[in-house]
Nanobody, 118 residues
Framework: VQLQASGGGLVQAGGSLGLSCAAS????????MGWFRQAQGKEREFVAA????????YYADFVEGRFTISRDDAKNMVYLRMNSLKPEDTAVYSC????????????WGQGTQVTVSS
């Protein structure tokens, strides 16, 4: 699976941004998908995930209901809608994939920069 994230940019605090992740491969629907972020000087952290079936979603505590992850298997796409953005959300956001039943995020895409100004 090859992944490519897009949609990052500069937004003011309180604003919204939508990220997209395009995946290659014919078995996209068999992969759980996730979003991670890494701020400058910090370790990468989990943001959100959606199961291969799309039946369950998971979010980091700091999301606090502001973000929504979704997927469109017909388009091989996963999305992250981010609302009420804060300056501390500034980071490079990357998407990742893991085959159903597996624990490790085996596939990673290049990230997209999100900058939230105060």
């Amino acid at each position: 699976v090859q992944l490519q994230a897009s949609g990052g940019g500069l937004v003011q605090a309180g604003g919204s941004l939508g990220l997209s992740c395009a995946a290659s491969g014919r078995t996209f629907s068999s992969y759980g998908m996730g979003w991670f972020r890494q701020a400058q000087g910090k370790e990468r952290e989990f943001v959100a995930a959606i199961t291969w079936s799309g039946g369950s979603t998971y979010y980091a505590d700091f999301v606090e209901g502001r973000f929504t992850i979704s997927r469109d298997d017909a388009k091989n796409m996963v999305y992250l809608r981010m609302n009420s953005l804060k300056p501390e959300d500034t980071a490079v956001y990357s998407c990742a994939a893991k085959y159903r039943g597996r624990q490790n995020w085996a596939y990673w895409g290049q990230g997209t920069q999100v900058t939230v100004s105060s």
